[in-house]
T-cell receptor, first 113, second 110 residues
Framework: ETGVTQTPRHLVMGMTNKKSLKCEQH?????MYWYKQSAKKPLELMFV???????ENNSVPSRFSPECPNSSHLFLHLHTLQPEDSALYLC????????????FGSGTRLTVV | QKEVEQNSGPLSVPEGAIASLNCTYS??????FFWYRQYSGKSPELIMS????GDKEDGRFTAQLNKASQYVSLLIRDSQPSDSATYLC??????????FGTGTRLQVFP
């Protein structure tokens, strides 16, 4: 357990479904991140939150909707996804930004059918 | 464009040898550097951080930083098959996020 917990670990959803990914950190960190990692591809930054405020949206399609109700919780709401959205979705947190490094969660393996 | 460059590999080394992984970065303002290990299908795990020029050792791992050359490396001594993974280099410019390289796949064969 790294201190960053992601649920569910695996998710299979149809293209018309709505689902949410959850991330919770118990480290007292103030920054949280969503990354996408497709098979054999590098990490793609999706969203950055600092002190609950979104500070970066890396041109992510609107079918991905993040929510950060407080500094410890981060959600990624999914709707009308495409098969190419199948990937490992990683949440990370850091004390106050990239300078301190990240702690990653275990990830959610998403399959869109 | 702030970039971190790594050779994708695979880098193949025999068990017991030294594995040398290299990384260059483009933003001279970067202050912090990290090496993550990622096993297939798993999330990245932080193994080393380095902030000053020179070497930093932790067990079988040594990170080396040369800010003048904008170069970071990771040496793994006495490589084991369990070290076989993808190693991600990351740099922190003066922003709120890390910039990751594409990773180098290391294979340690018995």
């Amino acid at each position: 357990e790294t201190g960053v917990t992601q649920t569910p670990r695996h998710l299979v959803m149809g293209m018309t479904n709505k689902k949410s990914l959850k991330c919770e950190q118990h480290l007292g960190h103030n920054a949280m991140y969503w990354y996408k990692q497709s098979a054999k591809k590098p990490l793609e930054l999706m969203f950055v939150y600092n002190f609950k405020e979104q500070t970066e949206n890396n041109s992510v399609p609107s079918r991905f909707s993040p929510e950060c109700p407080n500094s410890s919780h981060l959600f990624l709401h999914l709707h009308t996804l495409q098969p190419e959205d199948s990937a490992l979705y990683l949440c990370a947190s850091s004390p106050s930004g990239g300078r301190d490094g990240y702690t990653f969660g275990s990830g959610t393996r998403l399959t869109v059918v | 464009q702030k970039e971190v460059e790594q050779n994708s590999g695979p880098l193949s080394v025999p068990e017991g040898a030294i594995a040398s992984l290299n990384c260059t970065y483009s933003d001279r303002g970067s202050q912090s550097f990290f090496w993550y290990r990622q096993y297939s299908g798993k999330s990245p795990e932080l193994i080393m951080s380095i902030y000053s020029n020179g070497d930093k050792e932790d067990g079988r791992f040594t990170a080396q930083l040369n800010k003048a050359s904008q170069y970071v490396s990771l040496l793994i001594r006495d490589s084991q098959p369990s070290d076989s993974a993808t190693y991600l280099c990351a740099a922190a410019p003066n922003t709120d996020k890390l910039i990751f390289g594409t990773g180098t796949r290391l294979q340690v064969f018995p």
